[in-house]
């Protein structure tokens, strides 16, 4: 007989998991379950039921008889991540692109245009929650389900918080512009290009972590 998903606990994982991927719990952060408790006015067997399974995504860590702490990616994780996503969201490039209808273009097009109004006019965490629903309208288009669910449990391990994702003006811009060449490639029926340009979105993320690396022999200031 199959065990039934308690509802309960799975939207507690989603919302946890969602304000650590948006930096409210920061890399690291030790988890108080009396906290957690208030916070999502949860009972004390429902968030350690979410923990163990954010412990399952990787996205916290359980330390015996200490408690949880957030997961904090090392540099090597993080490339493997990248690579793989790398692989898995520029084969998808072809059928987003066979998919897409003309409202689902124009529907990338207000999420991209959503996104880059935000840039003057609201919070990181907001440009996070418009990147996330242009990504999801973007790789809900592909024809493999399996793979979409992979891409997105691997976007939860990496580095997606917005303190961490746009370190400047230049990088939040630079994403705005990615978003509307994707949307362009789309309209255009053109696969090589989305799959160029979604390689280029992944890598950027990269860079940015290479920039905020002191050079060598600046002493870290």
């Known amino acids: 007989m199959s065990v039934k998903a308690d509802p309960v606990t799975g939207n507690l ?4 998991a969602r304000d650590i991927q948006a930096g409210v719990f920061a890399p690291g952060m030790w988890l108080k379950q009396i906290d957690l408790e208030t916070r999502y006015e949860a009972k ?19 330390v015996p008889n ?9 540099d090597r994780q993080a490339e493997e991540v990248r690579e793989v ?29 959503h996104f880059a109004d935000l840039i003057l006019e609201g919070t990181l ?5 418009a990147n996330i629903a242009f990504h999801a309208k973007l790789l809900a288009l592909g024809s493999n389900r399996e793979l979409i669910n992979i891409v997105w449990e691997l ?8 303190v ?39 890598l950027q993320t990269a860079l940015q972590m290479e920039e905020r690396q002191p ?3 600046d002493g870290g200031a």
């Open 215 to 217: 050079a060598q022999g």
């Open 13 to 16: 994982v989603d919302r946890m």
């Open 66 to 74: 200490r408690g949880y702490h957030v997961h904090t990616p090392d």
């Open 44 to 62: 004390r067997m429902e968030v350690r039921r979410a923990l163990d399974q954010l412990a399952l995504k990787r996205l916290v860590r359980h």
């Open 85 to 113: 996503r790398l692989i898995l969201e520029t084969a998808a490039a072809s059928s987003v692109v066979a998919n897409a209808t003309a409202a689902d273009i124009a529907e990338l097009h207000a999420l991209a245009q």
């Open 155 to 162: 976007r939860g391990r990496g580095p997606s918080a917005p």
């Open 164 to 202: 961490t994702q746009w370190k400047t003006r230049a990088r939040i811009e630079q994403s705005n512009r990615e978003h509307f060449r994707m949307v362009e490639a789309i309209a255009a029926g053109d696969a090589g290009a989305l799959r160029r340009l979604t390689a280029d979105h992944i």
């Open 125 to 129: 965490l907001d440009l996070y929650e």
